[in-house]
Structures are given as C-alpha cells and as structure tokens.
C-alpha cells in the first residue's frame, strides 16, 4: 500500500505553508500516474474534476528535522521512495531557469529545506515519519 506526506517547517506563516503545501501537491500529482481520481458529472451536469485518491496529511516540524529525514534518505536510500523538496532557492527563484541555476551551484549546506513530499510504501513513510504530528497552525 502506498502513501503521500507532506512536512512542512512549522514555522512559516499560515500562507507560506498553504503555498509550500500546494507547490509539493502539483509536483506529486504530475509524477503519480493514477493518483487523482476520474471526473465526476453530478446529476444537474455539472462536472468535479478528479481529485487524489490517496489521503496527504500535512505534518509539521523543525526544518532542521526534514533536513534530518533527507539526510536519512539520502545515506540509506529506500528503494522507490519519490521525494520532492521546497527548499530556500524555490522561495527565492523568480523563474524556472533562475532555480535551476541556484540549484546547480548549491551545495547541501547552502540548502534550507522549508518542505518535503514524500511518496513510497505506508512502512517507508511511517519510518521516515514517525512521531510527526499533523501541523496546527490555527
């Protein structure tokens, strides 16, 4: 069975969070094929896009702690594990080409994690996760 996290750094304000949150969803859905559901026709004709099929808690944590989980990822890699990551550069970047340059040039220090997706087997995400608690930022 597979699941989708996302984790956020819990200290952004309430907007930068629904704008990491919604940049990580798009980049999620473009990559799993089958992930969001078919349209739907209400009985009046109306028509509801598909929407995911797969539930995507939205935890929250210190930067330092995502830092933490991409570090683990990347010295113990787990087969099939997709991660996608907001970092310092994709707040910065004004266009595609000027976060790929920055991101070229940076190094692990240079990168500031403010929120991750990730997407594998519910045993690998609950590992990674464990202990995260949905964020709360009412």
């Known amino acids: 069975m597979e699941k989708c996290v996302l984790i956020i750094d819990e200290q952004l304000s ?3 969070i629904a704008n990491v949150s919604a940049v990580l ?10 992930l969001v559901g078919v349209d739907i026709q209400d009985k009046n004709g109306f028509l509801h896009q598909g929407l995911t099929q797969l539930p995507i808690p939205v935890l929250g ?3 330092n702690r995502i830092t933490e989980i991409i570090d683990t990822i990347k010295t113990d890699p787990l087969a099939g594990i997709l991660v996608f990551d907001f970092n310092n550069y994709s707040k910065q970047a ?4 000027e976060y790929i340059s920055l991101i070229e040039s940076a190094s692990d ?3 500031k994690y403010l929120g991750i997706a990730l997407y594998g087997t519910k045993k690998q995400i609950n590992r990674l996760t464990s202990g995260l608690k949905l964020i709360n930022k009412l």
Do not use: A, F, P
């Open 94 to 97: 004004r266009t595609y080409d």
């Open 25 to 34: 969803s798009v980049s999620v859905g473009s990559k799993i094929k089958g």
């Open 14 to 16: 309430v907007g930068e």
């Open 109 to 111: 220090e240079d990168i």
């Open 61 to 63: 944590t210190s930067n």
